[in-house]
T-cell receptor, first 112, second 115 residues
């Protein structure tokens, strides 16, 4: 079965610093991959999704970017963090031919 | 644009009370519908799903949901809640886009069940 790894688990970064969050998956090939930000009372906000290597769709204009350099690797980045980037970031996948979404353990980002 | 609306942000019930959480979506095409649950300190996990067929679907732990296409709704129900149902519940919609599925979640409903 598929497994999603995210690191780091927690991160505290100053405003203006760069960001790189990594998501890797095992046990599946060519999945659709997703980055969400979860904030209290706002549910899960879809940030990016990818249907294949190098293919990224952005859902909201923001200070973040995503890349998919390998089939099972999905990276969330920022050149300069803002306070508003604080939150809980979840990586998720849908298997090829599937419908159900599976979630990783998440990364808690605090921008100070 | 595709969106999901959950009617209640916070619900407080006593044990044995009945539960209904509302969910409406806006999307004109074919959708798959889901309810996910997040227990305190745990990952999001699937509660139930609707793809096609019988619009009344049953999930784990006694939960069920009814898809009413004409109302664009997918409400979650449970006849008698337990303290262990305290969690946050998310309605989600998968819409097929070119090359894959785009999943949109509602804002979530926090349920607190009093013992």
């Amino acid at each position: 079965s598929q497994t999603i790894h995210q690191w780091p688990a927690t991160l505290v970064q100053p405003v203006g610093s760069p960001l790189s969050l990594e998501c890797t998956v095992e046990g599946t090939s060519n999945p659709n991959l997703y980055w969400y930000r979860q904030a209290a009372g706002r549910g899960l906000q879809l940030l990016f999704y990818s249907v294949g290597i190098g293919q990224i769709s952005s859902e909201v204009p923001q200070n973040l970017s995503a890349s998919r350099p390998q089939d099972r690797q999905f990276i969330l980045s920022s050149k300069k963090l803002l306070l508003s980037d604080s939150g809980f970031y979840l990586c998720a996948l849908i298997q090829q031919g599937g419908y159900e979404q599976y979630f990783g353990p998440g990364t808690r980002l605090t921008v100070t | 644009a595709q969106s999901v609306s959950q009617h209640n942000h916070h619900v407080i019930l006593s044990e044995a009370a009945s539960l209904e959480l509302g969910c409406n979506y806006s999307y004109g095409g074919t959708v798959n519908l889901f309810w996910y649950v997040q227990y305190p300190g745990q990952h999001l996990q699937l509660l139930l799903k609707y793809f096609s067929g019988d619009p009344l679907v049953k999930g784990i732990k006694g939960f069920e949901a009814e898809f009413i296409k004409s109302k664009f709704s997918f409400n979650l129900r449970k006849p008698s809640v337990q303290w262990s149902d305290t969690a946050e519940y998310f309605c989600a919609v998968n819409a097929l886009r070119t090359g894959g599925f785009k999943t949109i979640f509602g804002a979530g409903t926090r349920l607190f069940v009093k013992a």
